[in-house]
């Protein structure tokens, strides 16, 4: 098909320049077992769908969308480089299958490159029987056109496949479906003889789908099937006759309508089997074959073991007969994590005038006058990982800074291509919504109650963690230079080891300062404008409440929380005081302390003497702050301040995560007089130690393990992350091994951190 797009107006240019083409492609459909699509909001996409056809029920229960009732005992993708591509294998007991889905990028050209994918299934047990029948669809939105070349055959379509597309961002292009060498597919059965002719084809379907609509694709084909299905199967109502097997009826029914832009491709199969999907761009003039798969994928595992060696090394002082297992554990959990990263598209769900009782003496955040009532905004994009392809497959504030420190280390820019998307989503007040549920695919998984965002609740600004870590990495890479002249005089201590490669295309920031100073002054701003919005919404009562502090400004309030909930917190039902306009909130200050902390480190970065001075006076105020208001002399910890029936200030203190606050983000001095008393309730095995760390809630409080049981004593990964980094850099040295986590692929991956011990 040759492009008209040439005489259309150019759409926004999609890579920035400079940006490493590979990028563009990737498994950003991380809702899905298998979808790719391109960093692009209305384009091309594909998904694979499966079902077993050892009786009629199974496609009740056809895969696609990643889902824990489905029954899969895993799918991991045990190697994933953001540059080249990665494996991932999945295991369908229900249906006794074992996929394999390899990924392969091939550069070139002008628009984004090439790729391969292959899909191969193999029986979990050969003793039984695997009968598949697999699904692969191709869904063009937007601005384009997509037609099958292949000739249509009422029967089906035997041997390879091609299609032809075209979109002002991606140009030409062509796509093929090719079958492996040795499929073998399900030829004997009930009435075979009557579907001879299909019989070994691939079955074919096409069809137009509305605009905002295609990621609907697994009810539309479904319903093309097993319509049909109902039409052939009418004639065999008679018990004594008996229903022709499955695989001879539940085809897709080899229709194309006009104008179709959704095209899926249908095969069986029994036992192992293989087929290569192929896109091509036509600007880089490339053929690809099974060939390119058959080296290229090896090329890719043996290339990523070297790398991920070289990234996160093992510990010389580890146990050696721990190290393949270990090695083994870590690459799955960082692969997983970079190739559960998502590319969102789509409209929010904003109500800016709700409020719970104890926030409306507040002020109401500006911007959309007297309206009110939910809203949809207008669409936006988002690059993000996600902390559960099944849960929840989006983006998380609170996730996301943790997310970016590990995928940092492993790919710096490609961390700073996702930074600066969440750093965009920043609204000119200020605020940027903690979830990030765009479109109706993303609403489609999240419950109706939490659809809506509210734009004065906030989350913990974990994204401060990226660019300190950032920073960080830029000193380390650039150490022949002095702090003052990379504007590091005074810097934070980072709360991860810095010491990478960086002589990769993964690291060009850190080759070049000046690229380093231009991302950050790009993003100073809109992260001026975010820490300005926490301290005009979140900021707390000092004054009112007749407290002694040297600051009478720097105390903060969460809002948005419940009754027994502060979910804008992160720790959603942490023990907490009753709400209260009055209260003043520890893990909110010490998350402030450290944002002022990072501002005046980026100011002075990229020359903002003045503004850096100012960072450095706040940053000072919050810190004594927090000795004044939230340090407890009876209990020997720091808490969160509420007031009584009274107007009387009180602690409310609860042993747990939230009393570590000022510790795990590194914001006391290794000279605090407080520093004993937190170190013995670390270690206290009666509170928080255990053998497998560091428990969210002590053992001894009378809530713990009980209600919800989220944040009431389960382990969570990235809490013993901050605490070890915390020990490691600041503090005098302490072993700590991390042993189990909570089923989260993000937090979840810090483990391969903790084991590499980069902190």
Not at 134 to 140: A, N, P
Not at 441 to 447: D, N
Not at 579 to 604: C, K, Q, V, Y
Request: glycine letters at 8%.
């Amino acid at each position: 098909m040759k492009s008209v797009w040439l005489l259309l107006p150019l759409a926004p240019a999609i890579l920035a320049q400079g940006v490493n083409d590979t990028l563009l492609w990737g498994p950003y459909r991380p809702n899905l077992y298998f979808g790719l699509r391109p960093r692009i909001p209305q384009s091309l996409m594909t998904g694979l769908m499966w079902f077993g056809t050892q009786d009629y029920q199974s496609i009740t229960r056809t895969r696609h969308a990643c889902d824990q009732g489905d029954g899969l005992s895993g799918y991991t993708w045990t190697e994933y480089d953001t540059r080249q591509g990665g494996v991932q294998v999945l295991h369908d007991t229900p249906n006794n299958v074992k996929i394999t889905t390899e990924f392969l990028k091939v550069p070139g050209g002008d628009h984004g490159g090439s790729w391969a994918a292959r899909v191969k299934g193999e029986p979990l047990n050969p003793d039984l029987p695997s009968r598949i029948s697999t699904i692969f669809y191709f869904g063009l939105e937007g601005i384009g056109g997509l037609e099958m070349e292949t000739d249509e055959d009422d029967n089906g379509i035997e041997g390879e496949i091609k299609l032809t597309g075209s979109t002002p961002e991606l140009d030409d292009f062509t796509l093929r479906v090719v079958d492996g060498p040795n499929n073998t597919v399900v030829t004997e059965g009930p009435h075979a003889h009557v579907f001879e002719d299909r019989l070994g084809k691939t079955q074919f379907f096409g069809q137009p789908i509305p605009a905002g609509n295609m990621w609907q694709a697994r009810e539309v084909l479904l319903r093309a099937i097993i319509v049909r299905a109902q039409e052939v199967i009418a004639p065999y109502q008679d018990p004594k006759m008996g229903v022709p097997d499955p695989s001879f009826v539940l085809h897709l029914p080899n229709d194309v309508f006009t104008g179709s832009n959704l095209f899926a491709y249908q095969k069986f199969f029994e036992g192992a089997f293989e087929f290569d999907v192929f896109y091509e761009s036509a600007s880089s003039k490339q053929k690809l074959s099974s060939s390119t798969l058959d080296h290229g994928i090896p090329a890719l595992t043996t290339s990523y073991d070297q790398r991920f060696q070289s990234v996160f090394p093992y510990p010389s002082d580890y146990p050696p007969e721990k190290q393949e297992s270990l090695e083994a554990f870590s690459k799955a959990i960082t692969s997983n994590l970079v190739a559960g990263v998502g590319y969102f598209y789509g409209t929010s769900i904003v109500d800016r005038k709700f409020s719970y009782e104890w926030d409306e003496d507040e002020n109401h955040v500006e911007g959309d006058g007297d309206e009110s009532g939910a809203k949809l905004t207008e669409p936006k994009a988002l690059l993000t990982a996600t902390p559960s392809r099944s849960f929840f497959p989006r983006g998380f504030y609170w996730d996301e800074g943790f997310h970016l420190l590990h995928i940092g280390q492993w790919d710096n820019d490609f961390s700073l291509e996702i930074l600066k998307d969440w750093i965009d989503l920043i609204d000119d007040d200020g605020w940027v919504a903690r979830e990030q549920i765009l479109g109706e695919e993303a609403r489609s998984k999240v419950p109706d109650e939490f659809q809506t965002q509210v734009p004065n609740y906030a989350n913990p600004p974990t994204l401060t963690m990226a660019v300190t870590a950032f920073i960080s990495r830029v000193k380390a890479a650039s150490s022949g230079l002095t702090d003052q002249a990379l504007g590091m005089g005074g810097a934070q201590i980072p709360i991860f080891d810095s010491q990478l490669p960086t002589s990769g295309v993964e690291s060009r920031y850190l080759q070049s300062p000046e690229l380093a100073l231009e991302f950050l002054k790009s993003i100073y701003k809109p992260l001026k404008r975010h820490y300005d919005w926490f301290r005009r919404t979140q900021r707390g009562q000092i004054k009112q409440y007749s407290r002694v502090a040297r600051s009478r400004t720097e105390g903060y309030r969460w809002r948005g929380r419940s009754e027994l909930h502060v979910l804008t917190s992160g720790m959603d039902d942490y023990p907490r005081g009753p709400p209260h306009a009055g209260e003043l909130h520890l893990d909110l200050i010490s998350w402030m302390a450290f944002f002022s902390r990072t501002m005046r480190e980026i100011a002075g970065f990229v020359g903002e003497k003045e503004d850096e001075i100012s960072f450095g006076e706040i940053e000072n105020a919050i810190l004594q702050n927090i000795e004044d208001l939230h340090w407890s002399e009876s209990e020997q910890m720091y808490c969160d301040v509420n007031v009584d029936d009274d107007d009387e200030s009180y602690h409310v203190c609860h042993k747990g995560y939230l009393s570590l606050f000022p510790f795990m983000l590194s914001l006391l001095p290794p000279t605090s007089p407080h520093l004993g008393a937190i170190l013995d309730l670390l270690r206290d095995p009666n509170h928080l130690w255990s053998p497998y760390g560091l428990r969210s809630l002590s053992a001894s409080h009378p809530e713990f393990g009980q209600g919800e049981n989220y944040w009431k004593g389960p382990i969570w990964v990235q809490m013993n992350y901050l605490a070890l980094s915390a020990l490691h850099k600041q503090y005098d040295p302490m072993t700590g091994e991390g042993k189990r986590s909570h089923p989260f692929t993000g937090w979840t991956s810090l483990v391969a951190m903790i084991l590499a011990e980069k902190y």
